[in-house]
């Protein structure tokens, strides 16, 4: 069979009772036995697991998280030695290893360290070791913030071109609506096109957890971004961590089987309707031709943080997404869109002509810039020769080089977006 690399991320929900604030040691248990079990059958684990703060707030007799910024990061600085002694002891108690990374966005800032950071975790998981990869809450501020550790193990599953990435929440898969309000609501078990979905989130209906920051609508968008990259995202029930392994088997036969996405689908349902196989929602990666395969060019999408905009008109887009691009030149940039410096990352919009309302201009990638915003302001839509007259110098004849520009696949048109269990 098969092995895979898999990443498992667990919410604070899946750690932290939401009333007592206490360890929940049983369901953390059950994940340690689940990831070594997978580590058996010769898969590679990561663990992106938060908690830190809510461990913190327990050992501080806390019941409200601080509104202090310097408060909460203290807070993490003191639960996440007390997170990973739990861990390291459980998982010692079946003689495997674990590593401690903290990261921020500010740690994969530079391309070079990004790599670095690849290349530590696949060396861990070359030394049979579980990586347990955090948020570096003692030291992140706004800017620098992945947001929510879904964001984060989405990012690190793309890092690590990973297989699968398994997303544990307090439901048991994605539903039409909440389940805890309407009883019409449908479970959802396949998706292959994510932007056609139609499904309300906890955003609409105010569901989620108290002490978690993530909820249904940051799984949909890391399940977005992990799928881009080819990785195949599961939300499953984080009560029964153990339910990854018959999922993973699942996949499994199917994949040895060699069978086409319907047939996927119908060995799914018969394997639920048997209960061979928990309820749990499947968002497949995109085929290999459309998926983002660049480490550099994943990087620029979701490795950095955006600091203002370039708005382009559509001649000069389709010019940029050729097969054969150029660079951003001067004349194409129509508008300016905040503050950032040279080699700092912008987004890039689009309008249907140079003449269009810039308010309706559409994201539709990043790129890191030549020149800063006050200088970009000066040269846009001149020609190239005329940066040095007009600025005094020229680094460059573009804005942003071919290498520095991204982005994402085109989705492929599909005739079944999702299967649902009726």
């Known amino acids: 069979m098969k092995n895979y690399t898999i990443?498992?991320?667990?919410?604070?929900?899946?750690l932290v009772d939401e009333v007592t604030r206490e360890p929940r040691i049983a369901n953390m248990s059950l994940i340690v036995e689940t990831i070594v079990n997978l580590k058996r059958q010769g898969h590679r684990i990561v663990l992106?697991?938060?908690?830190?703060?809510?461990f913190g707030m327990k050992r501080m007799g806390l019941q409200k998280k601080p509104g202090k910024l310097a408060a909460v990061q203290a807070l993490a600085a003191i639960g996440q030695s007390r997170l990973m002694g739990l861990f390291e002891d459980l998982f010692r108690q079946l003689d495997v290893h674990t590593a401690q990374i903290l990261i921020t966005r500010n740690d994969i800032i530079d391309f070079t360290q990004y790599k670095n950071a690849t290349n530590t975790l696949n060396e861990l998981l070359e030394m049979g070791v579980v990586p347990i990869v955090n948020e570096n809450d003692t030291l992140s501020?706004?800017?620098i913030k992945f947001g929510d550790n879904d964001t984060l193990s989405a990012i690190t599953a793309g890092m690590m071109h990973a297989d699968y990435l398994f997303l544990m929440t307090d439901v048991e898969c994605l539903y039409t609506d909440n389940p805890?309000?309407?009883?019409?609501?449908k479970p959802i078990l396949i998706v292959d096109k994510i932007d056609e979905l139609a499904v309300k989130t906890d955003t609409e209906t105010g569901a989620g957890s108290q002490v978690g920051t993530g909820g249904m609508t940051t799984k949909l968008i890391a399940a977005e971004l992990a799928t881009n990259v080819g990785v195949t995202t599961i939300i499953t029930l984080s009560s029964k961590p153990q339910s990854i392994l018959s999922v993973v088997a699942n996949i499994q036969a199917s994949e040895e089987a060699n069978l086409t996405t319907s047939e996927k689908e119908e060995l799914l349902l018969k394997d639920i309707a048997q209960n061979k196989v928990p309820l749990h929602t499947r968002f497949l990666g995109l085929p290999t031709h459309t998926q983002i395969k660049s480490d550099r060019r994943f990087w620029l999408l979701h490795g950095l943080k955006t600091k203002g905009s370039l708005i382009?008109?559509?001649?000069?887009f389709e010019a940029l997404t050729r097969k054969n691009r150029a660079g951003?030149?001067?004349?194409?940039?129509?508008?300016?869109?905040?503050?950032?410096h040279e080699s700092e990352c912008v987004s890039i919009k689009v309008v249907p002509t140079k003449n269009s309302d810039i308010s309706e201009a559409v994201q539709v990638g990043h790129c890191r810039v030549n020149y800063s915003s006050v200088e970009i302001n000066l040269i846009k839509g001149l020609k190239s020769k005329d940066i040095e007259p007009t600025l005094g110098f020229a680094d460059s004849e573009y804005i942003a080089h071919r290498d520095n520009l991204a982005?994402?696949?085109v989705r492929p048109a599909s005739t079944d977006n999702l299967a649902s269990l009726n």
């Open 48 to 54: 992106v697991s938060s908690g830190a703060i809510a």
């Open 7 to 14: 990443v498992i991320k667990l919410g604070t929900s899946s």
């Open 180 to 185: 805890r309000t309407n009883p019409d609501a």
């Open 328 to 340: 951003l030149l001067p004349a194409g940039v129509i508008e300016v869109e905040g503050n950032f």
């Open 407 to 409: 982005f994402p696949p």
């Open 141 to 143: 501020v706004a800017e």
């Open 312 to 316: 382009i008109d559509q001649g000069c």
